[in-house]
């Protein structure tokens, strides 16, 4: 008989049918089909688009470009989207007039700001007929030969199928969405060109502006530093004030950087200056290393504002050691104006570029507070800046590609290498970001290939001299062409090897058998499978669509928002078991009052079941700790002022979910860590409650957790953070409740203590770790404090009986006479469990059944 493993490998091979098709969003939401679609079954997070976002896509529609297919499974009663639910309740919230288009969110259709659904219908009707008329593609997942399908096994199919269609997803970072923006800028080309060809020039910028990271220090990426170029040329035009509260910020730099750009004749020259400036703020960063002086990036930064703020008042400085000594000890002496601490809160970023502006005021004698604050001439420049632009034209010309969206041709892999091979498909042009799917994704998607699995289609722009440029799915193409050992053609025009050349399958979640498995060790059954497998081509002509974009339609399909992180509970939420998960939610739902990370507090603020994820990992801490073989829970270290927490890697929290789901007794353990977590937030309940409570409870505990957290400080600034609930677990998971509920005045008081310290270690422990031995002696103080002693101490015969004369033959419990000879219990006058000690003196002789009485009590 087949086991529940073999059935499930059985249904991806033998029982789903898979169909793709286009169908127009007038008929995809009529009432009939409306009614069938299940948009956010249990396995999707929650709706999480902002406005912008949400108008962002129907423009996309709006403009006839393509969008990312959805996802359906169909189980011949309803249909649930695996994988589209942001896109398909945008469209429907659209529809219902749930919001007005935002001018943030449209790029290019500005004039169609604020309106609605229903406001579209009586002013622009052709429009809307445009976007009821368009086809959104299907991919649709359907069950047959009466498959050996119950409950769990359904709800595998469907959690496995979300899976390959989110997890490898590696969405956009902003300095890939500039550098496609910017693929045919001057002045960003010739800034490239210099860093591609000079990697110490690339780490020197990189060390001097950026918070280092393992995997890009040693080949820090071109477009990172692009992108900060970028913003610091143009930053000395753009009030901080402004820049720092974000409102239109990217927009704006966007605008200004483009009109500084086509107003520069020499790109030379700009090139020059801004290097030699980055040349004196490494000197200044050289100085203070030298000599024992404090500095860091941010600083750093706001100095090479404020040369160029200097150029825009036409004050030159000589580049001498004069500056260099004076910037070098002003940072020094003003460091806490320069915070690393939630460096990108508003107030925070105007603290620091007002410090820099003080100086740079004193050195130059000269008020630049202009640059802060804008005045009323500054504030009408901007504001004509912004102001929507004509873009009639633009929707003419982007008509014939909204009214001729070609269907997508079938091409097996083993057609694509032959046309590779006569180089004319180039999978990397220049706009495109560098192979980013790691070999644990792209064995995955060998394995749907393997499994006949549907991809999401190829975009491909057929350029007039015959190349086909590929707009979207490099990542999956590099990987088929990686596996089977296959060259491609690069940006550079050179047939050059994906990072994963031939590389082995790993991690396979239902081809177990193929783990290890290299191209050449598959069978020829399997080989050739790969190599007919069909690949959805969406082909786009440049004969027939002259005025189109490809670098638009490659940001609009790349550039996604919110994307579900891997190790998160957005995506834990759409494979692990139902029970665990139904149990951490009613967990969350119960607390969510008071005992959350982040409280929404707005309608547009986005649930991102942040505040389950909290819970989870606090569960995963408790599991580590108590049912597994190593522990690998939280990280505590120093970092400068502060002691930090974390869990080092949240793929451990995924690994033990992977347990969880393949071992009853793992299962079991699991549910032991949700009841310690249960009697953890409790614990927290009574530590909080130091008084009479006169305003509604929950409220209450909401308040005096932030007290706690903050340390009885006052921080404007102030949120809560994962590490302040790991610290809080690390203090009390150790103390049994009845010592906290004997001793949580003093408790309260200890813990507050410890967070003060923690948030602000001392400067005569900042240095050598010693501020981490500190609290680690804080910690253990506090443990061996409230630690319930061992119940070792035995007494003999004779010592029972010296008791009870000591005691004149009464029972201390109830009064009545006690005598050798009866049922008799030793019993400590002071609970051990409340911090009562194990000797002769906390010791008392009880009837056994008052002793059972007492404790019950």
Not at 429 to 439: L, M
Not at 467 to 491: A, C, H, M, P
Not at 679 to 694: A, N, Q
Request: proline share 3%.
């Amino acid at each position: 008989m087949e086991n529940k493993e073999q059935l499930f490998e059985k249904i991806f091979k033998q029982h789903l049918k898979i169909e793709t098709y286009s169908q127009s969003i007038d008929s995809l939401y009529s009432p009939r089909l409306k009614n069938r679609i299940d948009y956010k079954p249990y396995y999707q997070r929650n709706y999480v688009w902002d406005n912008n976002k949400a108008t962002y896509f129907i423009e996309s529609i709006l403009i006839g470009t393509e969008v990312p297919p959805l996802i359906f499974f169909d189980n011949n009663k309803n249909i649930e989207i695996i994988d589209g639910r942001q896109r398909f309740e945008t469209i429907l919230r659209f529809m219902d007039n749930q919001f007005s288009l935002s001018t943030k969110g449209l790029k290019i259709l500005r004039q169609l700001g604020k309106k609605t659904f229903s406001e579209l219908a009586k002013t622009d009707n052709e429009i809307l007929d445009n976007f009821l008329d368009a086809k959104i593609r299907i991919i649709n997942f359907t069950l047959v030969n009466e498959p050996p399908l119950d409950d769990y096994l359904a709800d595998r199919v469907k959690k496995e199928i979300f899976s390959r269609y989110n997890t490898g997803i590696t969405p956009l970072k902003k300095s890939e969405v500039d550098n496609a923006k910017y693929d045919e800028d001057e002045l960003s080309n010739e800034f490239k060109d210099i860093l591609n060809n000079d990697l110490a020039l690339r780490k020197k910028i990189y060390n001097t502006f950026f918070k280092p990271t393992k995997n890009k220090k040693d080949n820090p990426p071109v477009e990172d530093i692009m992108s900060f170029i970028r913003r610091f040329l143009i930053l000395p035009m753009y009030p901080i004030k402004s820049y720092a509260s974000g409102g239109g910020r990217t927009e704006i730099l966007t605008l200004l950087y483009e009109v500084f750009s086509n107003n520069t004749d020499d790109c030379k020259l700009v090139i020059s200056d801004f290097l030699k400036k980055l040349d004196y703020i490494s000197k200044i960063k050289e100085y203070s290393e030298n000599n024992h002086l404090k500095n860091n990036r941010l600083a750093l930064e706001t100095i090479l504002w404020g040369l160029g703020v200097l150029d825009q008042e036409n004050i030159s400085i000589n580049f001498d050691n004069d500056f260099i000594v004076k910037a070098s000890n002003y940072i020094n002496e003003h460091i806490s104006e320069y915070s690393t601490e939630d460096y990108q809160f508003n107030k925070i970023v105007l603290a620091r570029f007002n410090a820099t502006t003080n100086f740079l005021s004193q050195f130059s004698k000269k008020n630049l507070d202009i640059y802060i604050v804008a005045d009323s001439d500054k504030k009408e420049e901007l504001k004509e800046l912004r102001k929507p632009k004509d873009t009639t034209t633009a929707l003419s010309e982007l008509e014939s590609l909204r009214l001729n969206k070609p269907e997508p041709s079938r091409n097996s892999i083993d057609d694509i290498v032959r046309t590779m091979q006569r180089r004319r498909f180039l999978v990397r042009p220049s706009y495109q970001r560098q192979e980013v799917i790691n070999p644990t994704k792209a064995s995955s998607i060998i394995e749907s290939i393997l499994l006949d699995i549907k991809l999401p289609p190829i975009f491909v722009f057929k350029r007039n001299d015959g190349i086909n440029e590929v707009i979207d799915g490099q990542q999956r193409l590099l990987t088929i062409l990686g596996f089977i050992g296959e060259k491609y053609l690069s940006e550079n025009d050179e047939l050059t090897v994906s990072k994963n050349h031939s590389f082995y399958l790993r991690k396979l979640r239902i081809l177990k058998e193929l783990d290890g498995s290299k191209f050449s060790d598959l069978t020829d059954e399997q080989q050739g499978k790969i190599l007919d497998f069909q690949l959805y081509i969406i082909e786009i002509d440049e004969n027939q669509n002259p005025h189109f974009d490809p670098i638009d339609l490659f940001i609009r399909l790349n550039d996604k928002p919110y994307p579900i992180r891997v190790n998160s509970f957005e995506m834990w939420n759409s494979w692990v078991d139902n029970s665990i998960i139904d149990e951490i939610k009613k967990l969350t739902s119960d607390l969510k009052p008071w005992f959350y990370l982040k409280q929404l507090s707005r309608k547009s603020d986005r649930d991102r079941m942040e505040s389950e994820e909290l819970l989870t990992s606090l569960i995963y801490l408790d599991y580590s700790l108590n049912h597994s073989n190593s522990y690998k829970g939280l990280d505590i270290f120093q970092k400068t002022d502060r002691i930090n927490a974390r869990i080092g890697n949240k793929a451990t929290i995924t690994s033990v979910f992977q347990e969880v789901s393949e071992n009853d007794d793992a299962k079991k353990n699991y549910f032991k860590s949700v009841k310690n977590i249960k009697s953890f937030v409790k614990k927290v309940k009574f530590v909080l409650i130091d008084r009479d409570v006169d305003v509604e409870i929950q409220e209450f505990l909401k308040a005096e957790l932030d007290t706690l957290f903050k340390a009885n400080k006052e921080n404007k600034f102030f949120r809560r953070t994962m590490q302040d609930f790991y610290i809080l677990w690390f203090v009390l998971n150790d103390i049994n409740f009845e010592m906290v509920k004997h001793h949580r005045i003093n408790l309260k008081n200890e813990i507050i203590d410890i967070f003060s310290y923690m948030k602000d270690i001392p400067l005569e422990n900042q240095e050598k770790n010693n501020g981490f031995e500190v609290f680690s002696k804080m910690i253990s103080d506090l443990k061996d404090k409230y630690k319930k002693q061992e119940r070792k101490l035995k007494l003999t015969e004779k010592e029972k009986r010296e008791f009870i004369k000591e005691q004149n033959n009464i029972s201390p419990f109830s009064g009545a006479p006690v005598f050798v000879g009866d049922d008799i219990e030793v019993d400590h006058i002071d609970s051990l469990a409340t911090g009562g000690d194990d000797e002769k003196n906390n010791l008392q002789i009880l009837h056994k059944d008052e002793n059972r009485e007492k404790s019950a009590k």
